[in-house]
C-alpha cells in the first residue's frame, strides 16, 4: 500500500494553485483589502499549522517525538513571521490568539487542518498540507515581488521564504515517517484510506478559505 502515492495523488487533484484566488495573485490583480482580508483569514490556518505539528507531537512515542516537537515549535515560531506579513497587507490585529473571528470558511479550515484520530492521520494531514507549502510559497512570493512593491527579502515576506525552503524538510519528514509507521500497521489499506480522507478534508479545507475570502470581498 503506497500511502504517499495515494497523499500526493490528492494533492494533484486538489491543488490550491488553481484556485481563482491565486491566480489572480500571480497576475497582480488582487486589491489592497483582498491582500488585507487574506491575511487576516489565513492567520487561523498558520495557528492551525502549529496547533496540528502539537497535536502530532503529543502523539508520537519516542524515538519519533522528539523531532515532531522540533518541528511544532518551528511551526509556532512562524506565527509571528505571518504577523508581519499581514501587518504589512493592513489586516487587522488581533491584541490576543483567537480574538479575531474568523469566517465560516476559515473555521472549516481550521478544524481541518487539526483532526486526527491517530497519529498517521496528524502526519498525513501534515504532509498534505506542508508537500505544496514550497511551491506555494514560492508562488506568492513572486507575486508579491512582481506585482505588488514588495521586496523577496524582509520581515513582510519573511514567512514566505522560510516555507519555500523549510517545508521541502518537513515534508520529507513526514513521509518517511509515514513509512516507517506502516510498516507496522496490521490492516495497512484500512489506515490508509483513513489517512487519505484526512488529507483530501485538510486541502478541501484551504480551498474553502480561499472561497471565504473571495465572499467576503463580493459582499463588502
Known amino acids: 500500500m503506497d500511502v504517499l502515492a495515494m497523499l500526493d495523488e490528492a494533492r494533484a487533484a486538489i491543488n490550491v494553485l488553481e484556485h481563482p484566488f491565486y491566480q489572480r495573485w500571480n497576475a497582480g490583480e488582487l486589491s489592497d483589502e483582498e491582500l488585507g482580508c487574506y491575511a487576516g483569514e489565513y492567520h487561523h490556518a498558520v495557528r492551525a499549522l502549529a496547533q496540528a505539528s502539537e497535536l502530532a ?6 524515538p519519533h517525538a522528539a523531532a515532531l516537537e522540533l518541528h511544532a515549535r518551528e511551526e509556532r515560531s512562524h506565527i509571528a513571521l505571518w504577523e508581519e506579513f499581514a501587518r504589512a497587507m493592513g489586516a487587522p490585529q488581533p491584541e490576543a490568539p483567537g480574538e479575531a473571528q474568523a469566517l465560516a470558511e476559515t473555521e472549516e479550515c481550521v478544524c481541518s487542518w487539526t483532526a486526527g484520530g491517530d497519529l498517521l492521520e496528524r502526519l498525513a494531514v501534515l504532509y498534505a498540507i506542508e508537500a505544496g507549502q514550497p511551491a506555494i510559497s514560492q508562488t506568492k512570493l513572486d507575486g508579491l515581488s512582481a506585482h505588488y512593491g514588495y521586496s523577496e527579502e524582509g520581515p513582510a515576506t519573511e514567512y514566505f521564504t522560510v516555507h519555500a525552503l523549510l517545508d521541502i524538510e518537513h515534508a520529507r519528514q513526514a513521509g518517511e515517517l509515514i513509512e516507517r509507521l506502516m510498516a507496522e500497521v496490521e490492516d495497512p489499506e484500512e ?10 478534508a485538510a486541502l478541501q479545507g484551504n480551498w474553502r478559505l480561499l472561497d471565504g475570502v473571495e465572499a467576503q470581498m463580493r459582499r463588502s
Open 57 to 62: 507531537a503529543a502523539a508520537a512515542e519516542e
Open 191 to 200: 489506515q490508509a484510506e483513513r489517512m487519505a480522507e484526512r488529507a483530501i
